[in-house]
Each structure stands twice: as structure tokens, then as C-alpha cells.
T-cell receptor, first 113, second 114 residues
Framework: AQSVSQHNHHVILSEAASLELGCNYSYGGTVNLFWYVQYPGQHLQLLLKYFSGDPLVKGIKGFEAEFIKSKFSFNLRKPSVQWSDTAEYFCAVNAGGANNLFFGTGTRLTVIP | SAVISQKPSRDICQRGTSLTIQCQVDSQVTMMFWYRQQPGQSLTLIATANQGSEATYESGFVIDKFPISRPNLTFSTLTVSNMSPEDSSIYLC???????????FGQGTRLTVV
């Protein structure tokens, strides 16, 4: 069965700090990987996605993620966070021909001005 | 990307009653899904809404409790039946198109059962 682990439940950073949120998945075959963001009071939005090709993918708002197949990881990064990045971040995987996504438990990011 | 509208956005319901949540997508999509997001937890798939046929339910979810309809490619409903406080949660509609693995989400329905 597919599973997604996000080890950081709540991260608190000051503005301009660098961010890295961990995501590991458990599936040995071909995967599609995603990061979604949920800003306070808003719906889930796609931040970035990996299907194939360059393992370093860039998303909106300066976010990027790196797919490391050997580590089954897809960590999210941003070199300098802003207060407006305060949100909940979800890693998700689609694999094995499944139609739906499997989500991690989410990481709440709080950025202090 | 698809725009998904859900209504109601929130509701407070008495236990024992039922609530139907509507989901409208602005374009034809192949697949529609219903998720539940309980406080402090991740999204859990309830079922895949199939057009013109019975929904496909995940383990732990049954049709009698969560009947789902999908009469066409752009519309689906989820009913939460005979509600109890344990059903208090956010219910999310999601959609994706064939050949595109990414999914889009509605804004969710925050349900409180008292």
C-alpha cells in the first residue's frame, strides 16, 4: 500500500530563513509526486509536481522540490520564506496506476515577520 | 486547471440528520473524488464518484453512510447520512482529467455535527 510521510508537523521560521520540508513515500514503482499548499481559509492549491525528467522541479512562489529516487523522497525547499508563506503544506503521491492521490499528514508552516 | 465549486462551505447540523454537499466543476473531467479531512489529520479518500454508476468506496466507508451521485461529467454530490459528532470534518471534492495526474480541489465543506 502507498503511504506518504511528512515528519515535520509544525515548522516556525523567521522571514528570510530557508525552508526545507521533508516528504518520503513508500512505493517502489513509477510515481507522480506533488506538493499542495493550503493558505488559511483557502482551498488546496497545487504548488508543484513531478512526473518525469529533471528531478529538480520548480513551482510557484519560488518553491522547488527535488525527487531523489534512491531515498524515496520529495523534499520541498524555498531559500527565503515570507510571512505570506504561512500555510499548511501537503505532500501527495499518485502511483501504481491509482486514480487518486495519497496524502501525507501535512506540515504547518508559520513564518514570523 | 479546473475550478471546483462546493456548497455549502460550512454547516452546523443536528445529529441524526443528513447533509448533501454539492460539487460543480467548470470543465469536463474524467474522475471526481470525495475526501475527508479531520481536524489535525491528512486527507482521507472516501470514494471515487463514477458517472452513471455506483461510487467506488474505500475501506471504512460505505454507501449507506455516504451515498454519492455523479449524474454527469461535471457534477457530483456527497450525502453524509444519519450524522453523529464523529462526522464533524471538512469534506473535499476533487477532480482530475485522464492523462493528467494532478488533481484540483474545491474549497471544502466544514461540517459540525452537534
Amino acid at each position: 500500500a502507498q503511504s506518504v510521510s511528512q515528519h515535520n508537523h509544525h515548522v516556525i521560521l523567521s522571514e528570510a530563513a530557508s525552508l526545507e520540508l521533508g516528504c518520503n513515500y513508500s512505493y517502489g514503482g513509477t510515481v507522480n509526486l506533488f506538493w499542495y499548499v493550503q493558505y488559511p481559509g483557502q482551498h488546496l492549491q497545487l504548488l508543484l509536481k513531478y512526473f518525469s525528467g529533471d528531478p529538480l522541479v520548480k513551482g510557484i512562489k519560488g518553491f522547488e522540490a527535488e525527487f531523489i529516487k534512491s531515498k524515496f523522497s520529495f523534499n520541498l525547499r524555498k531559500p527565503s520564506v515570507q510571512w505570506s508563506d504561512t500555510a499548511e503544506y501537503f505532500c501527495a503521491v499518485n502511483a501504481g496506476g491509482a486514480n487518486n492521490l495519497f496524502f501525507g499528514t501535512g506540515t504547518r508552516l508559520t513564518v514570523i515577520p | 486547471s479546473a475550478v471546483i465549486s462546493q456548497k455549502p462551505s460550512r454547516d452546523i447540523c443536528q445529529r441524526g440528520t443528513s447533509l448533501t454537499i454539492q460539487c460543480q466543476v467548470d470543465s469536463q473531467v474524467t474522475m471526481m473524488f470525495w475526501y475527508r479531512q479531520q481536524p489535525g489529520q491528512s486527507l482521507t479518500l472516501i470514494a471515487t464518484a463514477n458517472q452513471g454508476s455506483e461510487a467506488t468506496y474505500e475501506s471504512g466507508f460505505v454507501i449507506d453512510k455516504f451515498p454519492i451521485s455523479r449524474p454527469n461529467l461535471t457534477f457530483s454530490t456527497l450525502t453524509v447520512s444519519n450524522m453523529s459528532p464523529e462526522d464533524s470534518s471538512i469534506y473535499l471534492c476533487s477532480a482530475r482529467s485522464s492523462g493528467r495526474p494532478e488533481a484540483f480541489f474545491g474549497q471544502g465543506t466544514r461540517l459540525t455535527v452537534v
